[in-house]
């Protein structure tokens, strides 16, 4: 089993690592003095596969629990899927001291994690990850969000959790796709902050793809460590250092709202992302071509697109302008200066976005 503490002022919590570290959760949350009701919140596939068992260690342990499913997709985060939940826990919560449980991937922890944020102005919450992406980035950290059609992750709280277990077991059930839509967040830390761990993905990518434990036990201890450093120095983005954590992602996000959430899960939109993001920091002299080859190749080789299929340069560029990262109206992204380094760079000249973009477009824009 590793720790990494997330060491913030106020709230510093634990991330938990580890195969078969579930039954310690009953422990673990007596010690933190969460309160006696979980109220769990999963979907139907997690629910299948896992929750029977996370239900039962609670039992035992001697808290009572309630399972709420969602729909798996998406569009879950969303404002009307927030209200169902917060009306059902309104219902449960009678006089009882309720903590919430995110059971799930990223779209999980992100609404629930909002819920939790804002039901009597902000409720206790624990994350039990169940994906490779929600286990290397989305528990850790306290960003929750849901959508709107105007654009992703626009409603949300900082809020962090009390607690984050990765229970590595959980992600024997995942797909390769999804293992590689985690892979894809694997790859942006080692891009932005940690060139021994770019060499390790490089030689290493298959066994994470077959779910090793070995390897699997180390990607997600060295990301958890990554992101709590970062997360601890600059908790609400506010110092330019958290903002590295988005490479990938100015055009990622904007790929994943024009093709409206169905052509690429996250991981495979901020590989897309990265990819156009890495080309710009090649077409602004900021980092060799060789070294732009390297993480092409590693996205490639992880099985993750290197093409944008199925939404235009034009949707692309519509969703780009409407993203929360712009500074006023200055663009803003994170670009490489080698490989495990990166830096905040403002206005990035237009024609450069473009060609990096349409160089990754299936059919380009003859503009
Ligand atoms: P997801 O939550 O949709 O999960 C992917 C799929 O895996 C779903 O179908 C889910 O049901 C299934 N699944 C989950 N656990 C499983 C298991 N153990 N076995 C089998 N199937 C399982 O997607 P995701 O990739 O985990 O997360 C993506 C979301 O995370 C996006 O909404 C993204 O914006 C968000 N995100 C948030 C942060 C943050 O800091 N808050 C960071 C990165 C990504
Ligand atoms: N995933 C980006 C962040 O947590 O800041």
Redesign the pocket.
């Known amino acids: 089993m590793r720790i990494v503490n997330l060491k913030l002022k106020k709230h510093p919590y634990d991330i938990i690592i580890g195969r078969g570290i579930l039954p310690r959760l009953g422990n673990l949350l007596k010690k933190i003095d969460i309160g006696a009701h979980a109220y769990i919140i999963t979907?139907p596939?997690?629910k299948k596969?896992?929750a029977e068992k996370l239900q039962s260690i609670l039992s035992s342990s001697g808290f009572s629990t309630k399972i709420k499913t969602i729909p798996?997709t998406?569009k879950s985060?969303s404002l009307e899927t927030a209200t169902a939940i917060l009306k059902d826990i309104a219902k449960y919560d009678k006089r009882k001291r309720i903590f919430i449980v995110a059971f799930?991937?990223?779209?999980?922890?992100?609404v629930s994690g909002f819920v939790a944020s804002i039901y009597k102005r902000g409720v206790s919450y624990i994350q039990i990850p169940?994906?490779l992406?929600?286990q290397v980035?989305?528990s850790i950290?306290g960003?929750?969000?849901v959508d709107l059609s105007e654009g992703?992750?626009l409603i949300g709280a900082f809020y962090h959790p009390r607690l984050v277990l990765s229970e590595i077991s959980?992600?024997k059930?995942?797909n390769l796709r999804?293992l590689r839509?985690?892979l894809a967040?694997v790859i942006k830390y080692a891009a932005i902050k940690d060139g021994e761990l770019f060499i390790y993905l490089e030689k290493k990518y298959r066994a994470i793809l077959e779910c090793r434990y070995a390897a699997m036990e180390f990607i997600i201890e060295r990301c958890s460590r990554i992101k709590a450093e970062i997360v601890a120095k600059d908790e609400r983005e506010e110092k330019g250092i958290r903002t590295i954590l988005n490479f990938g992602h100015t055009i990622g996000h904007a790929i994943e709202a024009a093709s409206q959430y169905e052509s690429y899960?996250?991981?495979e939109a901020i590989a897309l992302g990265m990819l156009v993001e890495t080309e710009i920091s090649k077409k602004l002299g900021l980092i060799s071509s060789a070294k732009a080859a390297r993480i092409e190749k590693l996205i490639s080789a992880a099985g993750l697109p290197t093409i944008i299929k199925g939404c235009s340069f034009k949707s692309i560029i519509q969703a780009h302008h409407r993203d929360k990262k712009f500074l006023g109206k200055k663009n803003r992204f994170v670009l490489l200066t080698d490989i495990g380094r990166a830096k905040v760079v403002l206005n990035v000249p237009i024609p450069i976005i473009y060609v990096a973009l349409n160089g990754r477009i299936k059919i380009p824009s003859s503009r």
């Open positions: 979907n596939t997690v596969h896992c798996d998406e985060k799930g991937g990223g779209v999980i922890g992100d169940t994906t992406l929600a980035d989305s950290g960003k929750t969000a992703k992750n959980f992600l059930t995942l999804q839509s985690g967040e899960n996250h991981g």
